[in-house]
């Protein structure tokens, strides 16, 4: 996750699964047998503690895969304003399921906008 500083959440960036970096790290939910330890979220919890403020709006999410339904529910609350992944998902995906609330407009009126969504495959 990088903010408008460029630098200041860089280093949640080595902490999601692939970041922009392109380094596979390990899925946190299968090491600490946590379903809730997905990259995304896990990314959102250091750019929350590192910049001390609940509001990313300044933030881009950069992910391999889609994000689930779980990690869109964080991305709209922290009101993350652009999220770049590679991969769609089959199941739960936020954006191409049956569910996409990444890309709702019924939400919660304090979630703000829909974030810009950049599906780096959409033209496969
Ligand atoms: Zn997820």
């Not at 959440?9 to 902490?15: A, L």
């Not at 509001?55 to 009101?79: G, N, Q, V």
């Not at 991969?87 to 936020?94: E, I, K, Q, R, T």
Request: contains cysteine; aromatic residues 4%; proline residues 4%.
């Amino acid at each position: 996750m990088v903010d408008k500083a460029g630098d200041a959440t860089n280093k949640s960036m080595d902490n999601m699964e692939d970041g922009i970096k392109g380094k596979k790290k390990d899925e946190s939910s299968k090491n600490k047998n946590d379903i809730t330890c997905h990259a995304e979220l896990e990314a959102i919890r250091l750019a929350v503690k590192k910049l001390k403020t609940n509001d990313l709006s300044d933030c881009i999410l950069y992910s391999t895969h889609e994000p689930c339904i779980m990690c869109s529910y964080a991305i709209r609350f922290h009101k993350i304003k652009k999220v770049v992944y590679q991969h769609a998902v089959n199941y739960l995906g936020g954006v191409s399921s049956s569910m996409p609330l990444l890309i709702s407009k019924e939400a919660p009126p304090h979630w703000g906008e829909v974030p810009v969504i950049v599906h780096l495959n959409s033209h496969l």
